[in-house]
C-alpha cells in the first residue's frame, strides 16, 4: 500500500517528545494534537501523502496543507503529528510504521498518543496504555487508570503495540467523553499530560472553544 512521509523542512532536535493525534473517539487526539502545534508556534515539517487518501486538502493560515502532516518545535524539543481526515484502515499499519521509523530517525524519547474513551457519563478520570513495565509504573504514579485488559484500534492502537514488541517507550493517553466532538476533553487531557511531558501551555482558549461548541450541541 502506498504511504509517502515526505520532509520539507529537517528539523534540529535532540530526543524530542513526540506526540500524535489521530481522528477518534471526541476527536480529542486531532483537537489536542493540532492546538499544541498552534498554539506553541511551531513549523511545519513534514506530512503524509498517498494516493489512498481521500482528495482533500486542508487550508491552515490561508495555506493548502495535507489533511496528515508533521509539526516541529526546536525551542521545545517537540514534535507533533496528526491529521484532520479518518486514515484508511488498510493505510493505519503503513503510517504507524512510518511513525516509528521517524522516531527513531530523530531519537525520539517516547511516542505520546493522544486520544479519547466513550463513557456515557464522563469524570475526571484520566486512563493510559503504556508499551514498557517501567512506563506502566510511571503512570500509576501520575494517578493514571492503566487499561489491564481490552482493545485499542487505529494508529494509536497499532502504534502502541509496535512500541511495546520493539520496547520503545510509548503511552497511550485517553480522556473521557460522551461527545463526538469534545474540546473541553481534550484541553483536560493536555492539563493533566503537558506537566509529565515537560510542556508548558495554557489551554483556556480551547475550553471557550468547547464552550461554543457546547452551546451549538
Known amino acids: 500500500m502506498t504511504l509517502e512521509l515526505r520532509i520539507v523542512d529537517k528539523p534540529k532536535l535532540n530526543n524530542p517528545v513526540i506526540i500524535e493525534g489521530f481522528p477518534g473517539i471526541g476527536m ?23 494516493p489512498h487518501f481521500p482528495p482533500i486538502a486542508a487550508i491552515h493560515d490561508y495555506v493548502p496543507v495535507s489533511p496528515a502532516r508533521i509539526y516541529a518545535s526546536e525551542e521545545h524539543d517537540l514534535v507533533v503529528i496528526f491529521s484532520e481526515l479518518v486514515i ?9 510504521e512510518k511513525i516509528i521509523e521517524f522516531a527513531e530517525k530523530y531519537k525520539g524519547r517516547g511516542i505520546y498518543s493522544f486520544a479519547g474513551i466513550a463513557t456515557p457519563q464522563p469524570d475526571e478520570k484520566m486512563y493510559a496504555i503504556a508499551s514498557t513495565k517501567k512506563l506502566v509504573e510511571e503512570m500509576k504514579k501520575q494517578n493514571f487508570e492503566l487499561v489491564k485488559e481490552g482493545a485499542t484500534q487505529g494508529v494509536s492502537g497499532v502504534l502502541i503495540a509496535e512500541c511495546a514488541a520493539a520496547k520503545f517507550p510509548a503511552v497511550n493517553f485517553m480522556a473521557q467523553t460522551s461527545a463526538p466532538l469534545d474540546p473541553r476533553a481534550a484541553a483536560k487531557l493536555i492539563d493533566k499530560v503537558a506537566p509529565y511531558l515537560g510542556i508548558k501551555i495554557d489551554t483556556k482558549p480551547l475550553v471557550a472553544e468547547a464552550e461554543k461548541v457546547e452551546s451549538k450541541l
Do not use: C, D, R
Open 88 to 96: 484508511p484502515a488498510q493505510l493505519v499499519v503503513p503510517l504507524s
Open 28 to 50: 480529542i487526539g486531532t483537537i489536542a494534537a493540532s492546538f499544541l502545534a498552534e498554539k506553541l508556534n511551531m513549523k511545519l515539517v513534514g506530512y503524509f501523502s498517498s
